[in-house]
Every structure is written in structure tokens, then in C-alpha cells.
T-cell receptor
Framework: EDKVVQSPLSLVVHEGDTVTLNCSYEVTNFRSLLWYKQEKKAPTFLFMLTSSGIEKKSGRLSSILDKKELFSILNITATQTGDSAIYLCAVEAVVGGGADGLTFGKGTHLIIQP | NAGVTQTPKFQVLKTGQSMTLQCAQDMNHEYMSWYRQDPGMGLRLIHYSVGAGITDQGEVPNGYNVSRSTTEDFPLRLLSAAPSQTSVYFC??????????FGSGTRLTVV
């Protein structure tokens, strides 16, 4: 059974701090790992990491994938109150040449205090 | 470009009632899927479809049916609602290049 574990489950930091969110996984036929940010509504896409793209960066956010050790981290530098959200990690597997849906971790609830 | 549209946004059902959650996408994605999100559980896959006429079960399919008669639409049917199906439901479509795009969700309460 595919499994995704995120840590920590919750984190409270002050504005301006740097945070690192962790995601480890056990997936048969790994295809990609995705990070999402969820505020009050639907998850919004941050990054997708695959065998051919193991490091991504967008502004203050960056992510790496370690396919050997089966984990990924999401870094946020110079945090702002608008970064407060639940951050979801998900992995996509391949079955029979097609996608098999996403398996999500439980998420990290990040709170940025002013 | 609407992306993924889910209706309704909120619904209250009585135990035993049936209903259909609608999902439509205008991105011509082949892959669509349904998830439910419960507190402390993350999102869990209910059913998915890799193209028109093809559907398959995810992690928690019991009590739900799906069909995919067109590329655009992927409705989720609750056959006989139970309180355990109280949840927030998300539909998603994917191009596998740009990740998954989620609808805005349906908050369902079964009393």
C-alpha cells in the first residue's frame, strides 16, 4: 500500500523565519511527487518533482526530491503571514502505463505569527 | 478558462438519500479523479478515470459510483448517503505535466 508521511504535522513560527517541511514516501511505481498549499478552499499547486526534475524553486519557495532516500522537502524562506496554510505532499504512481491517482500525506499546518 | 467546476458548493442530505456531485473541466484533460478530505486524514482517492468510458476505484470507493461519458464531465454519485460520508469532496483533473488542478470543493453533511 502506498504511503506518504509528512512532518511536522503542525508548526508555528514568526514572520521572517525559514521553515522546512518534510515528506517521506513509500510508493510502488513512483511517477511524481507534488506539493500543494491549501488555505480555506481547494489545494493550489506549488511544485511537481519527477525523476527528470528533482529541484524546483519559485520565489521564496523551493523543493527537492531525493529518489534514493524517498523523501522531499519544501523550504520557505523569509516567511510571511500569507504563508499560513496547510501544506500537502502527494505522490503519483503509475499502474499499467497510466496514472493511479494521488496518495496524500496528512499535511503540515503552518502558522506564521506576526 | 474556468478550470475545474464543482457543484453544488454545499449540500445537506438525510441518511438514505441519494445525490450526484457534479464535476466539469474545460482543459481537455484525460485524467480526472475524486477525493474526500476529512479532518486529520488528508485527501483520500475515491474513484478516478483515465479517459472517457474508463473508471477505476481508489482507496475509499464504497458507497460511491462514477461514470465518464465525456472527457469534460466526471460526476460522483452517492447511492444511499450515510453520516460517515460527511466530508469535503474535491474533484481534480490532470495533464501530468502541470500537476493536478482541483475544483473548489463540495461540503456535504449527512444527517
Amino acid at each position: 500500500e502506498d504511503k506518504v508521511v509528512q512532518s511536522p504535522l503542525s508548526l508555528v513560527v514568526h514572520e521572517g523565519d525559514t521553515v522546512t517541511l518534510n515528506c517521506s514516501y513509500e510508493v510502488t511505481n513512483f511517477r511524481s511527487l507534488l506539493w500543494y498549499k491549501q488555505e480555506k478552499k481547494a489545494p493550489t499547486f506549488l511544485f511537481m518533482l519527477t525523476s527528470s526534475g528533482i529541484e524546483k524553486k519559485s520565489g521564496r519557495l523551493s523543493s527537492i526530491l531525493d529518489k534514493k532516500e524517498l523523501f522531499s522537502i519544501l523550504n520557505i524562506t523569509a516567511t510571511q503571514t500569507g504563508d499560513s496554510a496547510i501544506y500537502l505532499c502527494a505522490v503519483e504512481a503509475v499502474v499499467g502505463g497510466g496514472a493511479d491517482g494521488l496518495t496524500f500525506g496528512k499535511g503540515t499546518h503552518l502558522i506564521i505569527q506576526p | 478558462n474556468a478550470g475545474v467546476t464543482q457543484t453544488p458548493k454545499f449540500q445537506v442530505l438525510k441518511t438514505g438519500q441519494s445525490m450526484t456531485l457534479q464535476c466539469a473541466q474545460d482543459m481537455n484533460h484525460e485524467y480526472m479523479s475524486w477525493y474526500r478530505q476529512d479532518p486529520g486524514m488528508g485527501l483520500r482517492l475515491i474513484h478516478y478515470s483515465v479517459g472517457a468510458g474508463i473508471t477505476d476505484q481508489g482507496e475509499v470507493p464504497n458507497g460511491y459510483n462514477v461514470s465518464r461519458s465525456t472527457t469534460e464531465d466526471f460526476p460522483l454519485r452517492l447511492l444511499s448517503a450515510a453520516p460517515s460520508q460527511t466530508s469535503v469532496y474535491f474533484c481534480a483533473s490532470s495533464s501530468h505535466i502541470y500537476g493536478y488542478t482541483f475544483g473548489s470543493g463540495t461540503r456535504l453533511t449527512v444527517v
